[in-house]
């Protein structure tokens, strides 16, 4: 069974950065795209960030495309959120999951789940 697990979530100050990492275990991680959402208190869960299975495509929402970067070490099963110039908005949980396609942005496209990791970014 594929499981997920969330690290690297913190309190930081508006303006600092953040990486995010996202274990994987119980299958072969280079046959799953994976991706980045968040969910915001009193928010839907949104797509964030999503990376094809060997790497070569990625995908941002338009808020962070400048701000975040995806990566993936498909040799350890680690997936990666790079977050630089945090904003107060980017207060969320974070949570990594797997699937078929990165360009795919509603939950139900994705069949593995961690449990998310918490970011919260002050002004």
């Known amino acids: 069974q594929v499981q997920l697990l969330e690290s690297g979530g913190g309190f930081v100050q508006a303006g600092d950065s953040l990486r995010l990492s996202c274990a994987f275990s119980?299958?072969?991680?280079?046959?799953?795209?994976m991706v980045w959402f968040r969910q915001a208190p009193g928010k839907e869960r949104e797509f964030v960030a999503g990376?094809?299975?060997?790497?070569?495509?990625?995908y941002f929402t338009d808020s962070v495309k400048d701000r975040f970067t995806i990566s993936r070490d498909n040799a350890e099963n680690l997936l990666y959120l790079e977050m630089n110039r945090l904003e107060p908005e980017d207060t969320a949980v974070y949570y990594c999951?797997?699937?078929?396609?990165?360009?795919?942005?509603?939950?139900?496209?994705?069949?593995?789940w961690g449990q998310g990791t918490q970011v919260t970014v002050s002004s």
């Open positions: 999951a797997g699937g078929i396609l990165a360009s795919r942005r509603r939950i139900h496209d994705y069949d593995y």
């Open positions: 119980g299958g072969t991680f280079s046959n799953y795209a």
């Open positions: 990376i094809s299975q060997r790497g070569i495509h990625t």
